[in-house]
Structure formats: C-alpha cells, structure tokens
C-alpha cells in the first residue's frame, strides 16, 4: 500500500492574485516521485470552510498531513 500525504496551502486574498503558500507547493511538487501518493489541496482563506474541507480531507485517513500557511478566523 503507498504512503499517502496530504499538503495544503490556501487561495489568495485581500487585494494578492497569488498566495506564497500555494506557489511553494506547487514548485515543491513539480518533480515528485510516484511513490508517495501526494493529494494537494487549495483552501479558501475563511476559517469556517477551512475546518470543514479539512476535516472532510482528514477522514481520507492520509498517512501525513502537511498544512502550509496560516488563516484567521477574522477572515
């Protein structure tokens, strides 16, 4: 059975068109090998769909789970 990883960044937001955490997790799986199985995941940057996506995520039962960036609930 392979390894499975999780790695999540976030969307834009405010007045940015990119966010950093998506641009290094992108360039961070542009080469990657078969084995692990990387799922990416692109959040929202609002704190309520956040838990919600992740959590849905989580239950896929990943053998790591590697969250880039960082949300607010004020968001």
Known sequence: M???VLITAFEP???WT????WLALVELTRDLP???Q?????Y???????????????????????????VSERW
């Open 18 to 21: 990119t966010n950093a955490s």
């Open 34 to 36: 078969s084995d692990p």
């Open 38 to 42: 990387v799922t990416t995941r692109l």
């Open 2 to 4: 392979p390894y499975r």
């Open 44 to 70: 929202p940057v609002d704190f309520a769909k956040v838990r919600d996506r992740l959590t849905q995520d989580l239950a896929q039962n990943y053998d790591v789970a590697i969250r880039r960036g960082r």
């Open 13 to 15: 937001f405010g007045s």
